[in-house]
């Protein structure tokens, strides 16, 4: 079947500090992968995303790379901020046999200044 | 209005109640989607639909009835519901149904169901 993990949470990280939140999944053909990220009261908003193996996404400092051979989807931001603070949701989505969008748990991510 | 909006934003009814969500999309997109997000647990597609049709039901009880009566509006038809189905419902859209494309979620509905 289709499945995505991604690390618990809470992650409580010092402003400027080195980000990794690990993803990994089980998919059936050639998934897209997605980071999606959600501040307090608001709907999930695109991070970055990765549609084939090797693909880098890059958005605001973050950045995760397609990982076919590990099928993994790390997400890494080199210096923190507090605003980064939110819930951060790795994906896959697929399209063969059916429309489907796999969500990891989430993790929450707590930045201190 | 821009984006994807929801309405209402908080809901608290009763099992024998019968209500609507309601999303619209200002985006003119093609493809839109309910997912469940509950407290502890994986954000859950419930229903698809592109260009009005739905395309995807993710094996959710009937007291869930969806429809899109046109391509920018998408409603969740609530019927005898049952406490366990208090969670936020996220509406999404994408240009088109495909797995490269990106989706634009609303702010969602908190449900309450007693």
């Known amino acids: 079947g289709n499945s995505v993990t991604q690390m618990e949470g809470p992650v409580t990280l010092s402003e400027e500090a080195f980000l990794t939140i690990n993803c990994t999944y089980t998919a059936t053909g050639y998934p897209s992968l997605f980071w999606y990220v959600q501040y307090p009261g608001e709907g999930l908003q695109l991070l970055l995303k990765a549609t084939k193996a090797d693909d880098k996404g890059s958005n605001k400092g973050f950045e995760a790379t397609y990982r076919k051979e590990t099928t993994s989807f790390h997400l890494e931001k080199g210096s923190v901020q507090v605003s980064d603070s939110a819930v951060y949701f790795c994906?896959?989505?697929?399209?063969?046999?059916?429309?489907?969008?796999?969500f990891g748990a989430g993790t929450r991510l707590f930045v201190k200044a | 209005e821009t984006g994807v909006t929801q309405t209402p934003r908080h809901l608290v009814m009763g099992m024998t109640n019968k209500k609507s969500l309601k999303c619209e999309q200002h985006l003119g997109h093609n493809a839109m989607y309910w997912y469940k997000q509950s407290a502890k647990k994986p954000l859950e597609l419930m229903f698809v639909y592109s260009l009005e049709e739905r395309v995807e039901n993710n094996s959710v009880p009937s007291r869930f009835s969806p429809e899109c009566p046109n391509s920018s509006h998408l409603f969740l038809h609530l019927h005898t519901l049952q406490p366990e189905d208090s969670a936020l419902y996220l509406c999404?859209?994408?240009?088109?149904?495909?797995?490269?494309?990106?989706?634009?979620f609303g702010p969602g509905t908190r449900l309450t169901v007693l």
């Open positions: 994906a896959l989505s697929r399209n063969t046999g059916g429309f489907k969008t796999i």
């Open positions: 999404a859209s994408s240009q088109i149904l495909a797995s490269t494309d990106t989706q634009y």
